[in-house]
């Protein structure tokens, strides 16, 4: 069955270190979101792919977080520095298209950790 | 821009008990309704999907959504819970081409 795959599942990095995500979406599917879950809270989104183009970085702290999809397939976000204040859940989706009809399938995760 | 409300943080239940998890939704225009499943340490699962037609939505493990137009809702239930059901729930309204979710609902299930 294809799926999201996100890597690494965990990260224990310190503050003020640089670090980054990967994440491939199901083959197929143009669109591709990264979002940020803080423990206990739902899922805020931080950047939406339409193939390789941005089409909704609003929620992006863009001093310190960065996200590409070069070739419009697979991602990586990037946070530097990283602050204690990132310790979260980034979780990474796809969808076929980003229509209103369609689904977003999830990866595993990667749980950050900064101490 | 649409607000996603789950009134209920947390829900204990026990075995064989209904649950039933409330969602309210603030939006102008048309959406289209999700509820997933998160398990401790892992991604979010669909659990089912309003897109349109029937209100009523189901899915394969039991669990039933009805949409409620009239009072943007979008609540879930199930008649019988199982040990197997305790996760966090979350609400999703997608509006255009944003997708998003509510703060979660954590059932936990008791023998």
């Known amino acids: 069955e294809a799926e999201v795959a996100q890597s690494p599942r965990y990260k224990i990095t310190e503050k003020s270190q640089a670090v980054a995500f990967w994440c491939d979406p199901i083959s197929g599917h143009a669109t591709l979101y990264w979002y940020r879950q803080i423990l206990g809270q739902g899922p805020e989104l931080l950047v939406q792919f339409q193939d390789e183009s941005v089409v909704d970085d609003s929620q992006l702290p863009k001093d310190r977080f960065s996200a590409e999809r070069l070739k419009g397939v697979d991602s990586t976000l990037k946070i530097q520095p990283a602050e204690l204040g990132d310790s979260a859940m980034y979780l990474c989706?796809?969808?076929?298209?980003?229509?209103?009809?369609?689904?977003?399938?999830f990866g595993q995760g990667t749980r950050l950790t900064v101490v | 821009a649409q607000s996603v409300t789950q009134l209920d943080s947390q829900v204990p239940v026990f075995e064989e008990a209904p649950v039933e998890l409330r969602c309210n939704y603030s939006?102008?225009?048309?959406?289209?309704l999700f509820w997933y499943v998160q398990y401790p340490n892992q991604g979010l699962q669909l659990l089912l999907k309003?897109?349109?037609?029937?209100?009523l939505v189901e899915s394969i493990n039991g669990f039933e959504a009805e949409f409620n137009k009239s009072q943007t809702s979008f609540h879930l239930r199930k008649p019988s819970v199982h040990i197997s059901d305790t996760a966090e729930y979350f609400c999703a309204v997608r509006e255009d081409y944003k997708l998003s979710f509510g703060a979660g609902t954590t059932v936990t299930v008791r023998a």
């Open positions: 939006s102008s225009v048309s959406v289209y």
């Open positions: 989706a796809s969808s076929l298209a980003a229509g209103m009809n369609t689904e977003a399938f």
């Open positions: 309003y897109l349109s037609g029937s209100t």
